[in-house]
């Protein structure tokens, strides 16, 4: 079996991180990212498993590869990097690295929501200009404040958690509604939709970026909203309208917001985001943790050992397996 990371990753330090797959494959590791779709080809066409970071399998990819039958991403959101329905088709599994990174992700949530709240990064760019000013940087405090979670999955939780220990109330909104037990247990409070975003001073995107909700946040959204609350997206970019965003940062109908995540990434030079002084951005690093990384690795390689042995494990396209 031949084993290849075509792209760029902080995953592995060295090759002894994947021994356990030396053991039973051959193991080809690149460090850096492809130029083109033709480069990845080449680096991949004899391979069997594919590693993946942001390298994007297409269909035109899986055609070129024939000997491909098995690709994993290293993170959740594979479904922006794989053609799903072309892997499908053509009996490849396809898996992710779920769970790896929920404590990193719900602590740079609450990170980038305190940054605006107290208005730390501000504060921190005047003061390296010897900028010595304490009125125009009042903030505002956590306590006692409404933090609406949109999607309570495992990262939902988490924030959950951290925001119940900072005295918040925590409202939740999700397709899927937690049982009575699960309420007591997280000490949250389901709201509809539209009721959430007009009660929450802090919103917390934590949705799944399907079709679904693709630009669940928009126009409309943002008008809803209070005119105090502080807007927090560390799911990913395409939920949003970058657009409606910009204007009710600009038109200051929302006191501000802290981003990780983008429509477009890496987010391009001279955006308006850029321009914007209520917002935080950082470039896609929530996860991005010693722990979370090690974490990641290992959930890539027990799938690999997992397809090696014949059994499935965090496979997302199970039509696969049911042939």
């Not at 990753?9 to 083109?36: G, H, M, W």
């Not at 997206?233 to 395409?238: D, H, I, K, S």
Request: glycine fraction near 6%.
């Amino acid at each position: 079996m031949k084993i290849v990371f075509p792209d760029e990753t902080a995953c592995i330090k060295s090759l002894d991180d994947i021994k356990s797959l030396q053991r039973f494959a051959e193991c080809t590791v690149y460090e850096t990212n492809p130029k083109n779709g033709e480069e990845l080809i080449t680096r991949i066409d004899d391979a069997e498993v594919v590693i993946i970071n942001l390298s994007k399998i297409t269909a035109r990819i899986m055609r070129k590869c024939e000997k491909l039958k098995f690709v994993c991403f290293l993170g959740i959101g594979v479904w922006t990097y794989v053609d799903i329905e072309e892997a499908t088709r053509r009996g490849i599994w396809v898996t992710n690295t779920p769970n790896y990174a929920g404590s990193s992700v719900a602590e740079h949530t609450i990170g980038l929501l305190l940054s605006i709240a107290r208005k730390i990064t501000q504060a921190d760019a005047e003061l390296r200009r010897d900028i010595w000013e304490q009125k125009q940087l009042e903030g505002v405090e956590l306590y006692e404040k409404t933090l609406g979670i949109i999607g309570l999955g495992s990262i939902g939780k988490k924030v959950a958690q951290i925001g119940n220990s900072l005295g918040m109330k925590i409202l939740y909104y999700d397709i899927i509604r937690l049982s009575a037990e699960e309420v007591h247990k997280h000490k949250v409070e389901f709201r509809k939709f539209d009721d959430l975003l007009q009660e929450s001073d802090f919103i917390s995107i934590h949705a799944a970026p399907t079709k679904e909700n693709y630009h669940m946040i928009d126009f409309p959204e943002f008008e809803k909203m209070k005119k105090t609350a502080i807007f927090i997206n560390t799911a990913r970019g395409e939920i949003v309208n970058t657009q409606a965003l910009c204007e009710a940062l600009r038109k200051k109908e929302i006191r501000g917001a802290g981003l990780d995540v983008f429509e477009e990434e890496p987010l391009p030079p001279n955006h308006p985001l850029k321009n914007l002084t209520n917002v935080v951005i950082t470039p896609h690093i929530a996860y991005n943790s010693e722990e979370a990384i090690e974490r990641m690795l290992q959930a890539a390689i027990d799938n690999v050992e997992a397809f090696a042995k014949g059994s499935p494990l965090n496979v997302v396209n199970e039509e696969v397996l049911r042939g």
